[in-house]
């Protein structure tokens, strides 16, 4: 019998692309929230509109956020999974990858799609974004159903991508998780039990 310690890299992302991360899940609960919690108040009133002025703000902001992050990996490269998984599950979370980027920046896009048809301005901050198309309200109902389609989705996508880091982490002892994270986890993966293998 050989015994064998799982050793995980100490480096992670840089503190940039940490930071951008967690703030684009922050954004997103947010995001979700706003628009759920929306219909506890009378629509039309102060504070229901007020909440979809918000949704769609924090919505164009993470639209935004995506372009930095895909610059901030083109800038620090993402630090290597150790121990090295598999090549189906490496291009599996690449697949996730760019299903996760794809939600982000059709989700917003979708919403300024949908504001722009409905005639309304599109605020952000202050400013008046300018309208994409021109007001159509049978289009405007057609773009609504299918942003409210993919948001459903992006409930899926969201959970299966937590899941599967916490799967890594748990499971697999992998760094995957700990990469991310604003600090290394190095103390509670030398704490976790060797790992023993057949030679």
Do not use: C, N
């Given at each position: 019998m050989q015994t064998r310690r799982t050793n995980c890299a100490r480096?992670?992302?840089?503190?940039?692309?940490?930071?951008?991360?967690?703030?684009?899940?922050?954004?997103?609960?947010?995001?979700?929230?706003?628009?759920?919690?929306r219909g506890v108040f009378?629509?039309?009133?102060?504070?229901?509109?007020?909440?979809?002025?918000?949704h769609f703000m924090l919505g164009l902001t993470v639209f935004g956020l995506?372009?930095?992050?895909?610059?901030?990996?083109?800038?620090?490269r993402?630090?290597?999974?150790?121990?090295?998984?598999?090549?189906w599950q490496l291009r599996l979370a690449m697949a996730?990858?760019?299903?996760?980027y794809?939600?982000?920046?059709?989700?917003?896009?979708?919403g300024w799609l949908a504001l722009s048809a409905k005639g309304k301005p599109v605020p952000f901050f202050g400013l008046d974004l300018p309208a994409l198309i021109a007001p159509d309200k049978?289009?405007?109902?057609?773009?609504?159903?299918?942003?409210?389609?993919?948001?459903?989705?992006?409930y899926f996508l969201i959970g299966l991508h937590a899941a599967a880091a916490l799967f890594h982490d748990y499971f697999l002892r992998d760094d995957t998780l700990r990469r991310m994270l604003p600090w290394r986890g190095e103390a509670r993966s030398a704490a976790r039990p060797e790992r023993v293998t057949s030679p």
């Open positions: 480096s992670g992302y840089h503190p940039l692309s940490i930071g951008a991360h967690w703030l684009t899940l922050i954004l997103l609960v947010a995001v979700y929230a706003l628009i759920e919690l009378p629509k039309g009133s102060v504070p229901h509109d007020l909440m979809k002025t918000w995506v372009f930095a992050r895909l610059a901030l990996r083109q800038v620090f993402a630090p290597p999974i150790e121990p090295t998984p598999p090549g996730m990858h760019v299903a996760l794809a939600f982000l920046t059709v989700m917003p896009l979708l049978t289009l405007a109902k057609e773009i609504e159903e299918i942003h409210e389609t993919i948001g459903v989705l992006g």
